[in-house]
């Protein structure tokens, strides 16, 4: 563990430009999530933030107030949730929820620092795949699953031909076909598209006699879905390198380890993107998106595959 200062204090009143609130930022936290329009899942991941942030400050021997969180604070906070061990995409998370709460401390009223909006954590890439249309036609054509399988595979393979989210392909019915098009108002979002019909998503309405393959829970169809792929084949080895805590580690993991359901997703996303014939903000209307920064999270693309592509410019030629 880092030794940091004992006592330490992040407040600069020079930023200050409204009176300084004695309002602790852990107690701001807890009066956002005990509102009662608080989904559970956010009031689980602020709860995790006010224990890290409670932790530090007992390290720290410090009293965090709203106006404590400076640039100072979150470069030691960032260092020390990495001496803890966690993951760089973890620690980016939290970070960022730490600056949003506090841009909300500031709407309410209390001082805050605005220096904090300096810092800011890189992600890196995810142990995450997407599937290119060879895959998917591999997939598709597959013979030798059992009845049940065969309804996972074709349900996945409408994932990776909508770009939906696994609650909203697996729920989709015979109504959300309307003129020729898929639409389906998205549970998470609340917004409704519209996709065009792929012909292999027309081939699979045809087999279930007008109708779509259901969905089970999500849990199940992930195991059900390893199954299938390691059935099939799918086990080329892919290398991800990450930071955990200060360290750089590498891992393998065979593909049909690591698909899920929302390989599907990411799949729709990078081969309608590799097509060269879309815009990125059609794109964007079908998988909901609402800006390119998260858009392009999806998209998986490796180097070596994106020199080659590029290698074809006249940029490269004499």
Known sequence: MVEFRSGKTYIDNSYMNIPVTD??????????????????S??????????????????????????????????????????????????KGLIEKVKAITKKAGNYGYAINRTFDEVSVDAEETC?????????????????????????RDLFVIGCLTGMRYSDYSTLTHDNIQNGLIVKKTKKTGVTIHVPIHDYILE?????????????SIQHFNRTIKSIFKKIGFDEVVSFTRTVGHEVITQSYEVCKI?????????????????????????????????????????????EENAKSLSTDQFFRR
């Open 23 to 40: 309002k602790l930022i852990v107690d701001f936290i807890h009066e956002m999530t005990s509102r009662k329009n608080r989904s559970k």
């Open 42 to 91: 956010y009031v689980s991941q602020y709860n995790v933030l006010a224990n890290h942030i409670d932790k530090f400050s007992k390290n720290m021997n410090c009293t965090i107030f709203t106006n404590s969180i400076t640039e100072e604070f979150l470069e030691d906070f960032i260092y020390y949730l990495r001496d803890c061990g966690m993951r760089i995409n973890t620690v």
């Open 128 to 152: 995450a795949i997407a599937l290119s249309m060879n895959e998917i036609a591999r997939l598709y054509y597959f013979i030798g699953l059992t009845e049940k399988q065969e309804r996972i």
């Open 204 to 216: 699979i309405i045809n087999k279930y006699n007008g109708e779509l393959p259901s969905g089970i």
């Open 259 to 303: 698909v899920s359901s929302h390989t599907a997703r990411r799949s729709f996303a990078t081969n309608t993107y590799n097509s060269g014939r879309m815009k990125t903000f059609q794109i964007m209307l079908i998988t909901g998106h609402t800006t390119e920064r998260n858009f392009f999270r999806y998209i998986k693309i490796g180097r």
